[in-house]
Antibody, heavy 115, light 112 residues
Framework: QVQLVQSGAEVKEPGASVKVSCKASGFTFTDYTLHWVRQAPGQRLEWMGW????????KYSQIFQGRVTLTRDTSASTAYMELSSLRYEDTAVYYC????????WGQGTLVTVSS | DVVMTQSPLSLPVSLGQPASISCRSSQSLVYSDGKTYLNWFQQRPGQSPRRLIYKVSNRDSGVPDRFSGSGSGTDFTLKISRVEAEDVGVYYC?????????FGQGTKVEIK
């Protein structure tokens, strides 16, 4: 079955970077796009960006432009989201989701920004 | 950006009773291909979101038929015909017609 398994929780200081992974199984990784979405405490879901796992093409929300980078390792069927220059307000659960229909989601990765 | 506005934000419902959630968009969600990219998600406490409905009214595999979606243009509705205890959670709409994709603010369904 389709599965997206994300890396574990992270604690980072302000100004640092974090890299979250999303390992795919149960489907052909390069046939799909992957989205990244975050959910800050008590806030609505927020779309961050999108990557075509086959071509590596990306598109980012203007809110995160310049701070977020999406990459992938096709040999490992794994997508990555790196967020730089972390701020306290970046504390959130980060999700990967498959395809433009968001039909499957990872379990989420809690990133805490704290000094 | 397209603003997605859900109502109500909190919905206490008795078991076995119907529930209805509205989602309104600030622009029409009809894409140039004629399709409307409006999805509904359920997020149970402590879990990831789960898609229930895609393109307005198509129910995902394994989703109980008490869930239904309807609407067009800028007005959309998710209905639960008879609420069960497992339906407790937050429900979100998502538009995928206009970039960037945007979510509604969520509607919390709880048992009265």
């Amino acid at each position: 079955q389709v599965q997206l398994v994300q890396s574990g929780a992270e604690v980072k200081e302000p100004g640092a970077s974090v890299k979250v992974s999303c390992k795919a199984s149960g489907f052909t990784f390069t046939d799909y796009t992957l989205h990244w979405v975050r959910q800050a405490p008590g806030q609505r879901l927020e779309w961050m960006g999108w990557m075509n796992a086959g071509t590596g093409n990306t598109k980012y929300s203007q809110i995160f432009q310049g701070r977020v980078t999406l990459t992938r390792d096709t040999s490992a069927s794994t997508a990555y989201m790196e967020l730089s220059s972390l701020r306290y307000e970046d504390t959130a659960v980060y999700y990967c989701a498959r395809d433009s229909g968001f039909d499957s989601w990872g379990q989420g990765t809690l990133v805490t920004v704290s000094s | 950006d397209v603003v997605m506005t859900q109502s109500p934000l909190s919905l206490p419902v008795s078991l076995g009773q119907p529930a209805s959630i509205s989602c309104r968009s600030s622009q029409s969600l009809v894409y140039s291909d004629g399709k409307t990219y409006l999805n509904w998600f359920q997020q149970r406490p402590g879990q990831s979101p789960r898609r229930l409905i895609y393109k307005v009214s198509n129910r995902d595999s394994g989703v109980p038929d008490r869930f239904s979606g309807s609407g067009s243009g800028t007005d959309f509705t998710l209905k639960i015909s008879r609420v069960e205890a497992e339906d407790v959670g937050v429900y979100y709409c998502l538009q995928g017609t206009h970039w960037p994709w945007t979510f509604g603010q969520g509607t919390k369904v709880e048992i009265k």
